[in-house]
């Protein structure tokens, strides 16, 4: 009988994967919720594959994987996971996946998947990815992605050419797999010429100088550009492309995946490196369409993440100098360019808070909450800041707003230790001690359990 270990935060998931798997395949499952207990039952216990979750509390898929693999495990690996795309793919094959399954609307089939995934890394036939195998993985990862994908190897041929970029371009896949010579670039620049995914080992300069706008890049991730390109129809458009290198299990480079994009629609024109000068405004086509200086415009800007750029040196401001108002102002300048970013509301809120501007306060947390309703973070600190509220005016309005706001936060993250707390104190200071011992008693539950999980912070990637 073969041996899996499943790692996944889904009770439900894993019971229905335990009875699955024991009954069609003759496999015996061993669970764990979290990553941490995940790789405890591993330290002491061998399996002959591994089904892991990729989107996980505290610990997530990748940092399971990193940590796996440094002990010098080599236990293949499943990622499970409703969390798409062809990065996160990538991102679990390049740190030692053996493949990478989504989640959908058809758990049967879905199982079937893994079980077969499972008799093949049993069976030996990817006891070690070869190049070969690791392409095949590769491919099949693109023809399920949703975006517009292509692949290239090493010789910078054609590997990979998913519907959704057949739909782009117009061109099916039979006729530009394995087309090498830069044939892959005439469906967008209407010639042969050197892409994003050709660049993705240049420096920056290098890649402006081939006409992209480098919106971001990642060490070893993905590089991210805009450029102006021209359709099969002789007509101009605008395209938005993401490329990565992929490694096999070794860690050696065996291929390149692009992502592309249409934005013409959303963007008229792009000034490219070579049009722009660090003291040129841009094109006055650029600023009607874009609605720069305007509230909620700019999309040129989102594209080039300056509302991020604004963002983090508000967070920098206030997380590590306590310069509030100055970080106030940075957030500003960020909801200028976009006035949806959830996150930058809550930490204007906070800041306002800080300055004991109630008022203020709360209106940027009610826009937060409109914005995002469902975001733990965001209900948590408008929850704290009623509660402070509450408790410096004795007004019980203000604490049964903050009980009822942490009500949430704990019915989407049962096991935040800090949230049942709240939920104590609020009940105390309404004079319902004997009802608050419920909840207090559920915190220390959780920590004693060692499941407390803290709401994770979008500030926090900044001030690391």
């Known amino acids: 009988m073969l041996s899996v270990l499943v790692v996944d935060d889904e009770p439900a998931l894993l019971e229905a994967m335990r009875e699955y798997f024991s009954r069609i395949g003759n496999v015996q499952v061993r669970t764990a919720r979290t990553a941490h207990e995940g790789l405890s039952i591993l330290s002491s216990n061998k399996f002959d594959a591994i089904i892991l979750d990729y989107d996980m509390p505290e610990v997530d898929g990748i940092a399971f994987l990193k940590s796996l693999r440094s002990r010098g495990d080599t236990t293949p690996v499943i990622i499970f996971t409703g969390v798409g795309g062809e990065h996160a ?10 493949f990478f399954i989504k989640k959908g609307e058809h758990p049967d089939q879905e199982m079937h998947t893994i079980l077969d995934r499972i008799y093949q890394v049993v069976d030996g036939r990817i006891a070690w990815r070869s190049t070969g195998t690791a392409q095949t993985i590769l491919t099949n990862t693109l023809n399920f992605s949703s975006d517009p994908s292509f692949a290239i190897d090493r010789d910078g041929k054609v590997i990979a050419w998913n519907e959704a970029i057949e739909q782009l371009t117009g061109i099916p896949a039979s006729s530009m797999i394995k087309k090498g010579s830069l044939a892959y670039a005439e469906p967008f620049f209407g010639k042969k010429q050197r892409m994003l995914i050709d660049l993705v080992f240049e420096k920056d300069d290098d890649i402006q100088k081939n006409r992209y706008l480098i919106i971001s890049r990642e060490k070893k991730g ?9 359709k099969s129809d002789g007509r101009p458009w605008t395209l938005w492309m993401k490329a990565m290198p992929f490694y096999d299990s ?6 390149s995946v692009a992502s592309v994009k249409d934005i013409t629609a959303t963007v008229k024109d792009v000034p490219l490196p070579e049009e722009v000068s660090e003291d040129a405004s841009p094109a006055p086509e650029v600023m009607a369409e874009s609605g720069a200086g305007k509230a909620g415009g700019g999309l040129l800007d989102r594209i080039l993440g300056r509302a991020i750029s604004h963002y983090k040196e508000g967070v920098l401001l206030y997380g590590r100098e306590g310069k509030y108002r100055e970080a106030i102002a940075a957030f ?13 509301w809550n930490d204007r809120g906070i800041c306002y808070r800080e300055l004991g501007e109630f008022e203020e306060a709360l209106k940027s947390f009610l826009r937060a909450v409109e914005l995002a309703p469902d975001d733990v973070e965001v209900l948590y600190d408008m929850g704290e800041t009623l509660e402070k509220i509450g408790i410096q005016q004795k007004d019980t309005k203000y604490l049964d707003a903050a009980l009822q706001t942490f009500h949430m936060v704990v019915e989407k993250s049962a096991n935040n230790a800090s949230a049942w707390n709240h939920i104590g104190v609020c009940l105390i200071e309404m004079g319902r001690a004997e009802e608050s011992k419920v909840f207090f008693d559920r915190a220390r539950d959780v920590k004693i359990w060692k499941k407390d999980t803290p709401i994770a912070r979008k500030r926090d990637e900044y001030l690391k």
Do not use: C, H, M, Q
């Open 222 to 230: 993905p590089v991210i550009g805009v450029t102006k390109g021209v």
């Open 250 to 255: 070794r860690g050696n480079f065996i291929a």
């Open 332 to 344: 500003d300048k960020a909801l200028e360019i976009d006035s949806k970013l959830s996150f930058v």
């Open 89 to 98: 793919a990538i991102e679990s094959l390049n740190n030692g996946a053996d």
